[in-house]
């Protein structure tokens, strides 16, 4: 879990602007040219396949990461959560709730000074002054936060998440699921500008999913999550930034939510169709141009007799740089194939109709199931 060093929320003049992002890995460039703005209203899924960048580009996003070109500038408070949460020695479910929520508390300490310090009085009027600037300070900050509802907001989404709500549990004996939804929980009710989410459904059940679901179409503040959940795109997600392959390796963003990504994804593909054909064609024809030049240069550039050496010279010197030529053209005509469509099918099964393929029997699994799971699995008839 990452929070940014910034104090107070910037509210409706917070931004995320990245522009030309680009990351290597060695010699592997892992995003390519990325211009993306993040606003307090934004809904911002990030989507692709596995080691396209997608968790790069959350925490170049967050400042985490470098870029190696271009820049990330950020305005305003934001919360990462990783896929994993560490658990230090002896830390609690209270801790991480306390780092989470610790600019609110220590806000709420500060007006509770200033107060005290107003109430007190001084025997001039310039202490008097400035007490009160104090204390003006002090509740403003305290009212920038949402102070006052902080440990509430964590402790309904600790219990709509179905995490351990007993402050006093250690981490380290939580289950990785568990520490996930504390983590979330936490997160969710810090209440920042921006909420950067990795896959914020593992571990979560249906209901879990739901409050999740609401959460992020009605937080205040902006919200990019990487998830492969389709449901969770379908149902809070705005804009799409696909980083799979594309004919410029440039990442595509999509509007109009999961229904619009569909429909651009679909014509995307028939316009590097298209261009793949021409593409086919245009390097048929200059094969064809090349092989013509080949067989000219071999037997078709002898001139009649009684030319001079020089002219036959020049004839065949004009010959060879003609193939030259046309092997270049070749050489630098790139037919880029598009990727195959990613399939998913059943396979044929062999089994008579009425036979268990399947069989489970008292499964049970700490966080995730409620209790013994027993089923059966056969093909129909």
């Known amino acids: 879990m990452h929070t940014p060093e910034h104090a107070i929320p910037a509210r409706q003049r917070a931004q995320i602007t990245a522009a030309g992002v680009t990351v290597l890995r060695g010699a592997t460039r892992v995003l390519a ?5 993040v606003s307090p209203t934004s809904r911002i899924g990030i989507v692709g396949e596995n080691g396209r960048g997608k968790t790069t580009l959350l925490h170049t996003l967050a400042g985490t990461i470098r870029p190696d070109e271009g820049s990330v500038r950020r305005i305003g408070t934001l919360g990462l959560a990783e896929q994993e949460m560490s658990a230090a020695p002896g830390a609690t479910v209270g801790t991480a709730v306390s780092q989470a929520i610790a600019r609110p508390l220590a806000a709420l300490t500060a007006l509770d000074t200033a107060a005290a310090a107003l109430a007190a009085g ?30 509430r907001r964590v402790t309904v989404a600790l219990e709509a998440l179905g995490a351990e709500t007993d402050t006093g549990a250690p981490l380290d004996r939580l289950s990785v699921g568990q520490r996930y939804r504390v983590r979330l929980a936490c997160l969710l009710g810090a209440d920042h500008d921006f909420l950067l989410l990795d896959e914020p459904t593992n571990h979560l059940d249906r209901s879990g999913l739901e409050f999740l679901t609401a959460q992020v179409r009605q937080r205040p503040g902006g919200v990019v999550l990487v998830s492969h959940d389709r449901a969770l795109l379908a149902d809070a997600v705005e804009t799409i930034v696909d980083l799979d392959p594309t004919p410029d390796d440039r990442p595509r963003v999509y509007g109009s939510g999961y229904a619009g990504y569909r429909e651009g994804r679909i014509a995307e593909r028939a316009r590097w169709e298209q261009a793949y054909e021409r593409q086919r064609a245009e390097a048929a024809r200059l094969q064809e141009s090349l092989s013509s030049a080949q067989n000219r240069l071999v037997s078709g550039w002898r001139p009649e ?7 036959r010279a020049t004839r065949a010197g004009g010959l060879v740089q003609s193939v030259h030529r046309r092997q270049e053209a070749l050489e630098a005509h790139a037919v880029t194939l598009p990727p195959p469509p990613q399939a998913f099918g059943f396979p044929d099964l062999t089994a008579p109709a009425g036979i268990e393929l399947l069989t489970v029997d008292g499964v049970g699994v700490a966080g995730r199931l409620a209790g013994p799971v027993s089923l059966a699995l056969s093909r129909a008839s």
């Not at 040219?33 to 703005?37: Q, S, T």
């Not at 003006?136 to 900050?141: C, N, T």
């Not at 007799?305 to 002219?311: E, N, V």
């Open 33 to 37: 040219d990325v211009d993306l703005v």
């Open 122 to 151: 001084g025997a001039a009027a310039g202490e008097h002054a400035a007490a009160e600037t104090v204390y003006a300070e002090a509740l403003e900050a305290a009212q920038a936060l949402d102070a006052w509802d902080a440990e």
């Open 305 to 311: 007799k009684g030319t001079g050496k020089h002219a």
